[in-house]
């Protein structure tokens, strides 16, 4: 039939994973490691969920649809002020916003690959053109190829994530500062920073005082979802270039789509630097150990600056996957050209990353 817009009909259903009650009752064992959303294994600190629970009270009200509270907390902790931040529910809703307020059929975004699947996503949905950089072999990013692809689509949106999901590594400063001087001014830059809080204090640079001294209009991109521990409770924010964007995004975003409990519960994982600091710790401790035993198993693995692990299965990566789901293992095959054999590790805790590396082990010598 003619009813559905072209745009949608074509889209592929997004690729979710599996959630953990679905889990047993396909594989009839419990998830012993839930390795493949990049969540956080510590959770949240503990006064997120005293906040939920002082907040539970007031939920027969709608939330503050401008969501002052947090904008100011925000405003705050990033340097930034009030009129240029807005809250999604989660980064993805931001994502969605931002391309529906910009992006007329026909425009064209670029972006690389592999890449996270929404910022492809968003972009077809808005019936837009996607171009996808491949990264560079030795998986630096493709700042030539980025910049060629920019000269020859004239793209509306610039959009890639920072340490990058799925591959890992995190781009430079001299790269970000050669893509921002070849990018056409008319370009909205739209930077994610989902895993900003992972990356290695010696590989930091103030991208937003970079975006700030550049021509470009842009947009910073950050989630509680990660190293905060919320993702479940949806809550992700933007810092807008100026209050225009983020007044205008607004209008593109459901006036009450961010619920008070995540209002609360993100305004309580800011508090408690302490444990954000501890989360992080965590995961980098994890993610050196497992990579490298990965690695001594004969894996190649990207490098990483977050809480996860690319690397090369060496076989088809959804049969590798669904071989370790039988030993109660998750995590992501990735389905795209030419990185079908490569797959996603969340790094859990101790236990779940022991569980993962015994995992890989017996599937490599059946018993
Ligand atoms: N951006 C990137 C790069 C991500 O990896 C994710 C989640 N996997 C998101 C945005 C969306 O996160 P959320 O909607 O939970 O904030």
Redesign the pocket.
């Known amino acids: 039939s003619d009813l559905i817009r072209p745009e949608i009909a074509a889209l592929p259903t997004y690729n979710a994973g599996l959630a953990l009650d679905r889990f047993r009752a396909r594989y009839g064992i419990d998830c012993l490691a839930k390795l493949d959303?990049?969540e956080n294994p510590a959770g949240p600190c503990p006064g997120v969920v005293a906040a939920i629970r002082d907040e539970a009270a007031g939920i027969a009200r709608y939330p503050d649809a401008g969501n002052g509270a947090l904008r100011e907390d925000l405003a705050a902790a990033t340097g930034s002020t009030a009129d240029r931040l807005i809250i999604g529910n989660?980064?993805?809703?931001l994502?969605g916003a931002v391309f529906r307020t910009v992006l007329r059929p026909g425009d064209h975004v670029v972006t690389i690959c592999p890449s996270?699947g929404?910022h492809e996503f968003g972009a077809l949905a808005s019936g837009a053109h996607v171009t996808k950089v491949p990264f560079n072999a030795d998986w630096s990013f493709p700042v030539e190829g980025m910049i060629a692809a920019m000269a020859s689509e004239a793209p509306r949106v610039l959009m890639f994530?920072s340490p990058s999901?799925p591959a890992g590594p995190a781009i430079s400063a001299e790269e970000f500062d050669a893509l921002l001087t070849a990018t056409r001014r008319d370009t909205l830059v739209v930077f994610?920073e989902?895993?900003l809080e992972y990356l290695d204090p010696a590989a930091r640079f103030d991208a937003m005082a970079r975006l700030e001294a550049g021509p470009n209009p842009w947009l910073i991109?950050r989630?509680f979802?990660k190293a905060y521990g919320l993702?479940g409770i949806?809550v992700?924010y933007g810092i807008a270039c100026d209050p225009e964007l983020a007044a205008q995004m607004m209008k593109a975003r459901n006036p009450f789509g961010v619920n008070s409990l995540a209002v609360a519960a993100a305004r309580a994982a800011l508090r408690d630097t302490d444990y954000l600091a501890h989360s992080v710790k965590l995961a980098a401790d994890g993610r050196v150990q497992l990579a490298r035993k990965l690695s001594d198993a004969g894996f190649a693995c990207a490098p990483s600056q977050t809480n996860f692990v690319f690397f090369d299965t060496g076989r088809t990566a959804t049969d590798f996957a669904e071989a370790l789901r039988h030993k109660g293992v998750l995590i992501k095959p990735w389905l795209e050209e030419p990185y079908t054999r490569w797959a996603r590790v969340t790094i859990g805790t101790e236990e779940e990353n022991r569980h993962f590396l015994e995992a890989v082990e017996a599937i490599r010598c059946p018993a």
């Open positions: 959303s990049n989660g980064s993805e809703d994502i996270f929404l994530s999901n994610d989902a895993y991109l989630t979802s993702a949806r992700g």
